[in-house]
Each structure stands twice: as C-alpha cells, then as structure tokens.
C-alpha cells in the first residue's frame, strides 16, 4: 500500500502570492487532514476533509481553504501569504472508524515566505 | 493557551536505559492521548496510545501512563536504542472537537551509544 505523499517539497514564496500545495493519502483512506507546524512548535491543526467535506476546522484564517477530491487527494490553498504562513504544512491521511486519531503524516511541505 | 504541554524540550539517555518523556494536558475533555515521533525530514509517525478509561497500554518496549487525576501522561520507553532518537510529541483529543488533535511542542531524545 502506497503511503501519503505531498509535493512540493520546498517551495520559496513572496508576501501576497498565492500558494497550494496537494496531498495523496494512503491507499484505502477517506478522511485527510492539514497541519501547520512552526519551527519549535508542536503541529496546529488547520481543518480536516471526509467525503470531500470539511468536517473540522482549528483556527486558520479564511485564507486558508482546501479541497479533497473524489480520489481522496487534497489540497491546502493559502491566499495573500504573509511572513508568519512561513512553517512545514503536514498532510495526514486516516481511514474513519480505525484507530482514534491514527494518522498518517507525509513528509510535508517546508513553505518560506519572503 | 497550550492545553498540552511537554514541559522538557530534551532529554538524553544512555543506551539500555528507560526514557521517560512526560506531558501534561489541561482540558479534562479530552479523552484519548497519543504518541508520535519525529524523525528529521520525516513526518510524524504514530507510536502508541491510550483511552481515558485505562492507566497504562504498553506495545513492546513502548508503556504509556495516564494520571487522569493529574492530567499527566508518560511514556516509556524500555530499554532505550540509539534508534530511538527523534523528537517525540504528545497530542490529545476529545469527541466534542470532531477529534482534531491537541499537540504539545514535542521533547527531542538523544539515546547516547
């Protein structure tokens, strides 16, 4: 079984640009959920989807907005960046129903804002 | 408001020995607690965790404690590895708040050969 994916990398933005950065989930798994961690920090749950819904939110802007799709990939899209959105954004992938809080993590998306 | 709190951002351990890494949580809702570790360029990775209506689960040579009177858990780890080096990370969660996890900021062990 293939396990959660999230691309780019690394990507390099400017304040007031626009970014989105895409999430595959493990095989099998329907529900996905974004996290944003900060250097020294623990990760901040930015919201969650299951059946293309989201079904969560922490407290993120409304700047931040995301989709996931019929394939269960997703998406996290940030508008008008600022300094602060500078962290590793974390995808995780869980199946509904198994295992409270078992989440799959992939190895996530280093943002920088400049 | 950090309503989890892992209060030693190290810890080091000598090869063969238990490590302890310890958090404390403050919202009496929050009915189950997990571990995850961290390696470098990796994301978390789940580890082992526990229901409020236990005091201990234990998978290997990984042992949670719940103190549900103290609002405090700890995990074990028996003996320890050099593997075993990462940065580990309580979280919790409640049913009320759709389950979203509660993370602490994370303890970095160094298990020493």
């Known amino acids: 079984e293939t396990g959660v994916t999230q691309s780019p990398t690394h990507l390099i933005k400017t304040r007031g640009q626009q970014v989105t950065l895409r999430c595959s989930s493990q095989?099998?798994?329907?529900?996905v959920s974004w996290y944003q961690q900060a250097l020294g920090q623990g990760p901040q749950f930015i919201f969650q989807y299951y059946r293309e819904e989201e079904n969560g939110r922490g407290n993120f802007p409304p700047r931040f907005s995301g989709l996931q799709f019929p394939n269960y990939s997703s998406e996290l899209n940030v508008n008008a960046l600022e300094l602060d959105d500078s962290a590793l954004y974390l995808c995780?992938?869980?199946?509904?129903?198994?295992?409270?809080?078992?989440?799959?993590f992939g190895e996530g998306s280093r943002l920088t804002v400049l | 408001d950090q309503q989890v709190k892992q209060n030693s951002p190290s810890l080091s351990v000598q090869e063969g020995r238990i490590s302890i890494l310890n958090c404390d949580y403050t919202?009496?809702?929050?009915?189950?607690f997990l571990w995850y570790k961290k390696y470098p360029a990796e994301g978390p990775t789940f580890l082992i965790s526990i229901s409020s209506i236990k005091d201990k689960n234990e998978d290997g040579r990984f042992t949670v404690f719940l103190n549900k009177s103290a609002k405090h858990l700890s995990l074990h780890i028996v003996p320890s590895q050099p593997g075993d080096s990462a940065v580990y990370f309580c979280?919790?969660?409640?049913?009320?708040?759709?389950?979203?996890?509660?993370w602490g900021l994370g303890t970095s062990l160094a298990v020493n050969p």
């Open positions: 995780a992938s869980s199946l509904v129903g198994q295992g409270i809080g078992e989440l799959f």
């Open positions: 919202n009496s809702m929050f009915d189950y």
């Open positions: 095989s099998g798994h329907n529900t």
């Open positions: 979280a919790a969660s409640s049913a009320g708040n759709n389950r979203k996890l509660i």
